[in-house]
Structure formats: C-alpha cells, structure tokens
C-alpha cells in the first residue's frame, strides 16, 4: 500500500489506519487465537503500516498519520474485550510514535470516529458524517498537535474518569440495552 501510493505518486503524506474487528464473547469462551486475531487486525495492522509509512515520511520531512481508536478502550464492559484492549494499545502507541518522529514535521494522532455505520456497527452513524474530522486532521499545519486522540475535531482527554465511557457496564448486545454499574465500592 505505502509503496504503491509512493510508487505512483511520489510520496506519501496521510497514512489513514482504520482497522477494526471484534469478536462478542467472554474472555473464558474465546477459542485458541480468536482473541489474538483481534489484536492482530485492530493493533498490529496499524503499527505495520506506520512501520511501512514513518520511514518515507521521514524521508520527505512530513506525514500525517490518523489512527482510529474508540472511546471502548476506556470502558469497562462484558463480551468485547478483546475490541477493547486492542483500541487501548493503540492508543499508547500513538503516543509512542508521535514522541519518536517530534524531530519531523510527522503529527501522529488517535481519531475517535464514534458509532459509525460498517459491518461491525450496522446501527451507527454514516461514515461521511466523520469525513470533516478525517480531513481536518490530514490537514494540520506544521508545529500542529501529536499524540493526541481527537474526536469530531475536539480534542479527547483518554481515560478520564469524567468521561461517560469510563465506567463499568454490563451489556445485552443483542438488543443494545446496557445496566451501568458502580464498582468503586468493590
């Protein structure tokens, strides 16, 4: 992909990662490497393709990388764990690699599309309602900020125990119906 986009242009300036699976189920009822499965697409396919990417943006002094994370990864929830966990690390290696290319005009970010419309959500928003935020952040200026998350072009303080996401539930996702429970005095 990084190749071909510098093969038939010339460079490369917005690296977009937007990998997302999940798999509902208990973590005692996953099978053998269905949880690592998740982690592989939703994690390790977004560090390949910075892997592939930093090198030719360094190169070019300038690159925009967009990870899309989740406001799941702050939640404490039943069955999606894996999602979660997966969104959370790559939320942390967002930060590492904005730290790692500062000396380059690279801005490396976490975007929070929020419900959107796919397979894994037949239930959300439409996807071009997130566009603007996609290309607001492809088109930063130079000095702009990095290893931040942003969501509909504010930016979104990550495990903030004000935030509505940061709290236990437990859901029935068959009918999207939740209980919001209090384990602070557990």
């Known amino acids: 992909m990084v190749k071909t986009a510098v093969d038939e242009t010339g460079r490369l300036d917005v690296l977009f990662n937007n990998a997302g699976i999940s798999i509902l189920r208990s973590i005692h009822n996953f099978k053998d490497d269905e949880y690592e ?3 592989r697409v939703n994690l390790f396919g977004p560090v390949y393709g910075m892997r592939a990417a930093i090198p030719v943006m360094r190169e ?3 690159g925009r990388i967009i ?3 989740s406001r799941n990864a702050e939640a404490g929830n039943n069955s999606i764990s894996a999602y979660n966990s997966s969104k959370a690390a790559l ?3 967002t930060r590492s690699a904005a730290v790692e290319n500062l000396d380059y005009d690279i801005l490396v970010n976490g975007m929070i599309p929020g419900p959107t419309q796919t397979k894994l959500n037949p239930r959300g928003q439409d996807p071009s309602v997130v566009y603007p935020s996609a290309r607001w952040m492809a088109t930063l200026p130079s000095g702009g900020p990095t290893g931040k998350v942003f969501w ?3 930016e979104y ?3 903030n125990k004000e935030n509505i996401t940061f ?3 437990k859901m029935n996702w068959k009918t ?3 209980k919001a429970l209090n384990l602070d005095e557990r």
């Open 60 to 62: 070019q002094n300038f």
């Open 152 to 154: 509909n072009q504010k």
């Open 167 to 169: 709290r236990f539930s």
């Open 91 to 93: 939320w942390s290696v």
């Open 37 to 39: 499965n998740v982690i």
């Open 176 to 178: 999207g119906k939740y």
């Open 67 to 69: 990870n899309l994370v």
């Open 157 to 159: 303080d990550m495990f």
